[in-house]
């Protein structure tokens, strides 16, 4: 059996060794990038159907544009460029020759999508435009992690176009809503949502949001931005059209995104010492069926006809199902290889149960083993799976609420930021010079000024400034 490193022992080693002993990922050649593999995919895959459905729904449709972007083009937004540029990958050779103008692999679109808003819109009622595109992104980063941090990565990429400044904002906390909602109904990832910090926020960005999730070190996790980027990119850009009253006007952009990364996210809030923990939701098998052969005899007459006929009545209700019919294992070790792999629920099946008309379902999170009849086995199933979902939810709310600190002293602030890490919830007086100060100390960050929670204000924990309300502090990856 492949061992995982207990988290108490090295959380970043069982970190790793979760993602590639369950074959979720493994490194590709080049530093940084990764390969995600069909378990880890599947996923994705499930992830991704459901935050488009999201995006959808809230009227955005997708499209999709090229992977390059010629270097003037990233150029004309000033702090745009120069929050991407130490992050950019450069072709400068095509087809055996030098290019003319290097071309960046695109670190994220704005630069690119807005210039051809800049050809396309043209009258106010080209207004709202409301588009979404799925791709991969390249960023040139020094330490990596699979899912978390990756030179190569996957994601969605919204941006959108509206005539006023309060539209914009409207569009900016909605899909920060939705992948509130996301993250939580699917994900079972609780988050805090918040106004990200001056220091903190999108290179060219007027304001930026973020969702702030809490994994099991303590760390918080950013798992989703939403910019409202001012009229930043269309002044830059130069999209430009005529209103209602035949005036020329600049539209109002934003631009919002979630990627792999959540994936190590779901790791990490799930995960215990035996492996994964996977929502059923996003689980790529939900249920796998270990048929237990009889003491004498042939399995394939005496268990795999019944195994076979319970797959194909929880394929048929649409449980996702597996039967591992692997001869080559024994089902002791089945049972250790998909509780690793997180599987929610296993089902244990042999020649007694098959006499008594019944099998047993065990859940990966709580390792509760009941008999269930196989009369209805669906129903059964379904519930407990719903059941899962939910109490991973409440468990991993639980965890947050326990790892939520109030500290009005910046000495309590150290201790606990040393101690045990968690989300700090104190007064900050909004300089950035201070803000520094505290990162350099006690390697915290503003994660985010919460929507959620009512202003409080009060003294800087650090300085004792005044506070207009208390943020998010936390230790991030
Ligand atoms: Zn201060």
């Known amino acids: 059996m492949k061992e995982i490193t207990p988290r108490g022992q090295d959380y970043s080693q069982w970190y790793l060794d979760v993602v590639l002993k369950t074959d979720l990922a493994d490194y590709g050649p080049v530093k940084g990038c990764m390969v995600i593999k069909p378990y880890g995919y599947a996923v994705w895959e499930h992830m991704q159907a459901d935050m488009d459905r ?11 544009f090229p992977l390059f972007i010629p270097k003037h083009y990233l150029e004309k937004e000033k702090e745009h460029v120069e929050g991407f540029s130490p992050q950019c990958a450069w072709v400068t050779i095509g ?49 990596t992690r699979p899912f978390l941090r990756t030179t190569e990565f996957l994601w969605q990429e919204g941006h959108t176009l509206h005539a006023t400044e309060q539209e914009a904002e409207q569009e900016t906390l909605k899909m920060l809503g939705v ?5 939580e109904e699917i994900l079972a990832m609780p988050v805090v949502r918040g106004q990200k910090s001056e220091s ?19 760390r918080a996790l950013q798992a989703g931005t939403s910019h409202n980027l001012g009229q930043h990119f269309a002044t830059a850009y130069g999209i430009e059209y005529l209103d209602k009253n035949q005036q020329r006007a600049l539209p109002w952009s934003t631009s919002w995104g979630t ?3 959540m994936v190590g996210g779901l790791i990490m809030t799930h995960g215990d010492d035996a492996g994964l923990i996977l929502p059923p939701r ?3 098998y939900q249920v796998v069926i270990v048929p237990i052969p009889p003491r004498k005899g042939d399995w394939s007459e005496a268990v795999l006809p019944k195994a076979r006929e319970v797959m194909a009545a929880l394929r048929g209700a649409g449980v996702r ?35 008594k008309d019944q099998c047993v379902l065990v859940r990966r999170d709580t390792r509760e083993k009941a008999f269930v009849p196989l009369a209805g086995l669906a129903a059964s199933v379904r519930e407990r799976l719903e059941g899962m979902q939910r109490d991973l939810l409440e468990r991993a709310r639980r965890f947050v609420s326990d790892n939520t600190t109030h500290v009005t002293s910046y000495e309590s602030f150290k201790q606990v930021m040393a101690d045990k890490r968690g989300f700090l919830v104190a007064g900050w007086c909004r300089n950035a010079e201070c803000e520094a100060r505290i990162k350099e100390e006690t390697k915290a960050t503003v994660r985010c000024m919460p929507l959620d929670v009512a202003a409080e204000p009060g003294p800087c924990v650090r300085c004792g400034q005044p506070s207009p309300a208390q943020v998010y502090f936390a230790q991030a990856y």
């Open 321 to 355: 199902t597996h039967l591992d019919d692997r001869d080559t294992q024994q089902p002791g070790f089945k049972y250790a290889d998909w509780e690793m792999r997180g599987v929610p629920i296993r089902l244990e099946i042999g020649p007694k149960d098959i006499e």
């Open 200 to 218: 903190e926020k999108f290179a060219g960005a007027l304001r930026t949001y973020s969702i702030e999730a809490l994994m099991g070190d303590g």
């Open 95 to 143: 087809g055996g020759e030098e290019l003319e103008e290097p071309l960046a692999i695109r670190p994220t679109s704005e630069a690119l999508i807005c210039s051809m808003f800049a050809k396309w819109v043209k009258s106010w009622r080209d207004l709202p435009v409301l588009m979404n595109q799925w791709a991969n992104i390249v960023r040139w980063e020094k330490v």
């Open 54 to 64: 999201r995006i959808k729904e809230t009227g955005h449709v997708n499209a999709y």
């Open 282 to 284: 996003v689980a790529p």
């Open 259 to 261: 990627s792999t990364r």
């Open 179 to 183: 992948y509130k909602s996301f993250s």
